[in-house]
């Protein structure tokens, strides 16, 4: 049987961020800020401990974090996630410090429904010559992000931007190119190499599968 498309990825048209909401987030993910780990141990999570103190950026310097595998991993090169906003199963944007407010207005873009599988947001970038090797996330962050949906920020063409490959058990590439907005299967194999820019775009990390994402996007049931 072959595998459909949307299986990888999907684009999803008429929705883009504003202009001053990346403006935004490229220039938080370009100040770099250290966040001490002492701040994210308030942070309990039942069940999701694990997940809660991984999202604490590539700068957290200590501590459980499996974070630090992103960016010091030999598979990966020039890689950093900055934390933007936790929104999902436990209100957590309430007691995640550091929480930015611009994440209300992207989670408001969202139909009630699919709110309810949102579950946290960050703003990864790459380096030149950055890459990330084909990998499925659930090795490395475990399951709760199985789809993303990804909003590019920086180049912002298509002409500059270096695209997400997904990798398909019969041997193909399926290069995913510059688009506003796109979902991203993570149990599906992925990886990147960036060009000559710096690369950075939002995702937004959902709880459900694929299959309920492309559900809720094809009944027009995901934005608003
Ligand atoms: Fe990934």
């Given amino acids: 049987m072959t595998i459909p498309e949307h299986h990888y990825f999907?684009?999803?048209p008429n929705i883009e961020l504003p202009e001053e909401t990346r403006n935004h987030l490229i220039k938080r993910a370009k100040q770099k800020k250290d966040i001490p780990i002492e701040q994210?141990?308030?942070?309990?999570?039942?069940?999701y401990d694990g997940?809660?103190?991984?999202?604490?950026?590539?700068?957290?310097?200590?501590?459980q974090s499996t974070a630090h595998n992103v960016s010091s991993s030999v598979a990966n090169?020039?890689?950093?996630?900055?934390?933007?906003g936790m929104y999902g199963l436990h209100g957590l944007k309430d007691v995640i410090p550091d929480y930015d407010p611009v994440?209300?207005?992207?989670?408001?873009?969202?139909?009630?429904?699919?709110?309810?599988?949102?579950?946290?947001?960050?703003?990864?970038?790459t380096e030149p010559y950055g890459y990330m090797s084909p990998h499925m996330d659930q090795r490395t962050f475990g399951k709760h992000r199985e789809s993303v949906i990804f909003f590019?920020?920086?180049?912002?063409?298509?002409?500059?931007?270096?695209?997400?490959?997904?990798?398909?058990?019969?041997?193909?590439t399926i290069p995913i190119n510059f688009y506003h907005c796109y979902a991203g299967n993570t149990e599906a194999v992925h990886g990147y190499e960036n060009n000559?820019?710096?690369?950075?775009?939002?995702q937004?990390?959902?709880?459900?599968?694929?299959?309920?994402?492309?559900?809720?996007?094809?009944?027009?049931?995901l934005f608003k």
Wanted: charged letters at 25%; hydrophobic letters at 35%; glycine letters at 4%.
């Fill in 103 to 125: 994440v209300d207005s992207i989670y408001n873009m969202f139909t009630e429904e699919a709110k309810k599988h949102l579950f946290y947001f960050i703003v990864s970038s």
């Fill in 10 to 12: 999907f684009k999803i």
């Fill in 40 to 47: 994210f141990r308030k942070v309990t999570l039942k069940g």
């Fill in 196 to 202: 000559e820019h710096p690369r950075y775009h939002l």
């Fill in 77 to 84: 090169e020039g890689l950093r996630y900055n934390w933007v």
């Fill in 204 to 221: 937004i990390s959902f709880l459900q599968p694929m299959e309920v994402l492309y559900k809720l996007h094809t009944e027009n049931r």
């Fill in 152 to 172: 590019p920020l920086e180049p912002y063409n298509e002409k500059d931007w270096a695209p997400l490959t997904y990798y398909t058990p019969e041997g193909k």
């Fill in 51 to 63: 997940v809660a103190s991984q999202l604490m950026f590539g700068t957290v310097k200590a501590g």
